[in-house]
């Protein structure tokens, strides 16, 4: 698994909503995968000048503490990348669960049949104030993962009904940077209630996500399932 140049900047851009450090969990253990001049490029895009010049090929756990953080978890079904925890993400967490102040799902997500409960694992692991990085398969990626996913879903799942709110949602073509990403944290009521953006490509595309959590006192994914968010937020 890895971190490309889209992946990174969609990090970098969330930290600004990071109110401390603290704990981060990386669904599958992530290595970064960008050249080090535009990882250089990006650190300096977001303001951390202090962090160019340390980062090539690797495992991602120095970044994450580089940006500040104080403890970096990985967590996948297997050992095979060695990864710090190991869980099948289709099974729910068994207790004690730990909390974390930061996830981050870089591909992970589109290869769980049971989108539901990897979802409630994802909340349920997050303390409150806590943020959710993801970026996951949008478009022109069938065969990469069981699931392609549109805006509709992380809209639907990651709602305050499920102690979440969306903050930035985009979908963009991978290896794009955040100035041409399409905005789709909302729909368009003009066109008939649902948010219907897409790139007219053949080209790879990522649906990019942060999300916060905002509560513990929320319903379950798994026994309250959402109706699609348009559908229930539209006013005809």
Known sequence: MGIDSTCLELILRSQKYVTKGGNVLTLGRQGIHTPP?????????YGFQHLKGRYVWGWSEPLFEGLGFTAVDSLDYSAYEGASRI??????????????DYIYDGGTIEHVFNTPQVCENIIHSLEIGGIFCSVTSNNNLSGHGIYQFSPEFFLSAFSQKYGMEILELYIGIVGTGAETWKDVNSFNREGGGRNCAKFNSTEDVYILTIARKVSDERSSLITDSPQQYSYEHVVW
Do not use: C, E, G, Q
């Open 37 to 45: 001049n535009i990882v250089d490029s990006l650190l300096d895009k």
């Open 87 to 100: 869980h099948n993400m289709n099974t729910a967490l068994t207790a004690p669960i730990k909390r974390y």
